[in-house]
């Protein structure tokens, strides 16, 4: 069949049905959107005497409030950044006094789940910055201590610690800013991505020697050792606007960047088959009991409709309370980080003993992640489509 003859075919009735569920999905995460972006934040302001002991007034400049005494004299500076965790956002306002150093740290908001929270909480994480200085890189497992079963989140309230010192380091100390950190993680993705296209070309026994391969060492190094799968939350981080700042964070960047790079480059989900860690435990189970795939007659369609409506309706959540994680039912967190609460360890073995029976159960029927990326795809395919359609048409 010629491009003209297969461009000019009209959309099959399940592209139709596709089109009408992407246009309302969309609709509902706008009214989601509009929701939270309408919801008040806490006011700064009035919290900064908690973080520069011995503040009698305030004044604002923009993004930074500077602490007066009853003399008049500056006691401090204080600024508020957040950044996101497992499962949302982390708010924190961070005082510095004349010399540079951190006083004072308050917690303004927090929307991390709160398993994850308490364990910061409870090991008073937050008193380890003080005293030290504000342009410390307070970087985890280097000058700041890693918290077993909230690394995530321990990160996240670094960086956002980080980043309010560094408002006051460049906007009322007049310092330097920290380079562009750039390191083995971001090399590591940058590999499975470029071997994964590599994989769509090889053909033959060694393509799934060369699958498996790819897929144990993304199980290890972006699963078990890393911990940072691609997951609901980037997502919903990314619509919300929760984006880390790209010098720190070039890891979130080139996860989503490079998925979206392999979906419109190859044509193919090919991050699901091929470098999500979880998908290759499930994979590993499988082979320990031979499992099948599970493509009921006539259901097999409506089965991944539902899978679409619970991303759906879980990005809506998180954007409608501005918290990421708020809906992420994914059990990657639960098995990489081995720390979680009761119902996601019961969704995590009931997932990896189907994973003996089925193949890859939870990439099929449950996976949001998944369904966001086929909906990528679809469109991506459309949009090509649109574009042969248009190229054939007859001039005039």
């Not at 991390?112 to 308490?118: I, K, Q, R, S």
């Not at 890189?137 to 079963?149: K, Q």
């Not at 380091?169 to 800013?177: I, S």
């Not at 031979?290 to 409506?302: E, H, I, N, Q, T």
Request: hydrophobic share 50%.
């Amino acid at each position: 069949m010629t491009v003209a003859a297969l461009a000019s075919q009209p959309p099959t009735k399940y592209q139709r049905q596709l089109w009408i569920e992407g246009l309302l999905a969309v609709a509902i995460l706008i009214v989601a959107w509009i929701y939270g972006f309408l919801a008040t934040r806490s006011p700064i302001e009035p919290l900064v005497s908690n973080v520069l002991p011995g503040v009698q007034s305030v004044r604002a400049d923009g993004e930074i409030f500077t602490g007066l005494d009853a003399q008049g004299r500056v006691v401090g500076h204080a600024a508020a950044a957040d950044a996101t965790g497992y499962g949302g956002p982390v708010y924190l306002l961070v005082g510095v006094d004349t010399a540079g150093d951190i006083l004072g740290i308050q917690v303004v908001e927090q929307r991390e789940t709160p398993g994850f929270y308490a364990l910061l909480r409870d090991r008073r994480f937050l008193q380890g910055f003080l005293g030290r200085p504000a342009a410390s890189p307070f970087v985890l497992g280097e000058d700041v201590d890693v918290i077993s079963g909230a690394t995530l989140t321990a990160g996240a309230v670094a960086e956002a610690i980080r980043l309010a010192a560094r408002k006051i380091e460049v906007g009322a100390l007049v310092r330097t800013v920290p380079p562009i950190r750039f390191g083995f993680p971001e090399i590591a993705l940058v590999s499975l991505f470029a071997a994964a296209i590599m994989l769509t070309r090889v053909r033959g026994p060694r393509r799934s020697i060369f699958r498996w391969v790819i897929m144990l060492v993304s199980m290890l190094l972006l699963g078990f050792w890393l911990n940072q799968p691609l997951t609901l939350a980037n997502f919903a981080s990314l619509l919300v606007g929760y984006w880390p700042t790209w010098q720190d964070h070039l890891y979130w960047y080139v996860l989503l960047g490079g998925v979206t790079a392999m979906i419109m480059v190859t044509g193919k989900n090919t991050y699901c088959y091929t470098i999500c860690p979880f998908a290759g435990v499930q994979e590993c189970f499988g082979k320990l009991g031979d499992a099948k795939p599970f493509l009921p007659v006539g259901g097999y369609r409506r089965l991944r409709r539902v899978t679409r409506w619970l991303a759906v309706l879980a990005l809506a959540l998180g954007l409608a309370f501005r918290q990421p994680g708020a809906a992420s039912f994914e059990p990657f967190g639960t098995l990489f980080s081995f720390s979680a609460g009761f119902f996601p360890w019961m969704l995590l073995v009931f997932v990896l003993f189907a994973s003996l029976i089925i193949l890859r159960p939870f990439c099929h029927y449950l996976c949001p992640v998944g369904a966001i990326l086929d909906f990528m795809l679809f469109l991506r395919n459309q949009g090509k489509r649109l574009w042969k359609r248009t190229k054939a048409a007859p001039a005039g």
